[in-house]
């Protein structure tokens, strides 16, 4: 089975540009979450959806970021205009319901905004 | 809101050596999940080990093994036997039950086996 799936790998763009981070779940997962990760505030929760339902953006850091998932297999987190302080790495996560509700990361994008 | 604390930022072993990462954790919950990630220097997340709070059997994976004081929240991760690609960042995470939800995690430790 293949893992969780994002892309762009690395993204590297100017200040005030828009930035689209991608994220394919494993199949048959109903639940996706998106981490960021930078070296002061560590891995932080921005937002999680159930069966393509936003459940909780209050990890969201401002009104530039926006994610969706339009199906449930592909959700989208863009970030509209970027800054510096956006540059971290970001995570998508699945899980399904049962069990401990494992969750399966993705590699990451390494963002970088100049 | 719960919060996870990890107090090694960094630690270094020999290979063969077995090497204990700390975490405590404060909660109002009773039900919840506990795991502990590696993350190695392709920053990959890799789910080590996981532990149900209401289970008192300490989780093992192989080498590794969790010591899981719930009244102390205490949930800490022993590798035995290290091997040089454990070499990685390690990160203590919690995460609410009764449900799916976003996972807390801590600061990690660095763990460096040498040689």
């Known amino acids: 089975d293949a893992g969780v799936i994002q892309s762009p790998r690395h993204e590297v763009t100017e200040m005030g540009q828009e930035v689209t981070l991608r994220c394919k779940p494993i199949s048959g997962h109903d639940y996706l979450f998106w981490y960021r990760q930078t070296m002061m505030r560590g891995l932080e929760l921005l937002i999680y959806?159930?069966?393509?339902?936003?459940?909780?953006d209050s990890g969201m850091p401002e009104d530039r970021f926006s994610a969706k998932m339009p199906n449930a297999s592909f959700s989208t987190l863009k970030i509209q205009p970027s800054e510096p302080r956006d540059s971290a790495v970001y995570f998508c996560?699945?899980?399904?319901?049962?069990?401990?509700?494992?969750?399966?990361f993705g590699p990451g994008t390494r963002l970088t905004v100049t | 809101a719960q919060t996870v604390t990890q107090s090694q930022p960094e630690m270094s072993v020999q290979e063969a050596e077995t090497v204990t990462l700390s975490c405590t954790y404060d909660?109002?919950?009773?039900?919840?999940?506990l795991f502990w990630y590696k993350q190695p220097p392709s920053r990959q997340m890799i789910l080590v080990i996981r532990q149900e709070a209401y289970k008192q059997q300490n989780a093992t994976e192989n080498r590794f093994s969790v010591n899981f004081q719930k009244a102390a929240k205490s949930f800490s991760l022993k590798i035995s036997d290290s091997q040089l690609g454990d070499t990685a960042m390690y990160f203590c995470a919690f995460r609410k039950g009764g449900g799916a939800d976003g996972l807390t995690f801590g600061k990690g430790t660095h763990l460096i086996i040498q040689p």
């Open positions: 909660t109002s919950e009773n039900n919840y999940y």
């Open positions: 959806f159930n069966n393509n339902v936003p459940i909780d």
């Open positions: 996560a699945s899980s399904h319901v049962g069990g401990p509700y494992e969750q399966y």
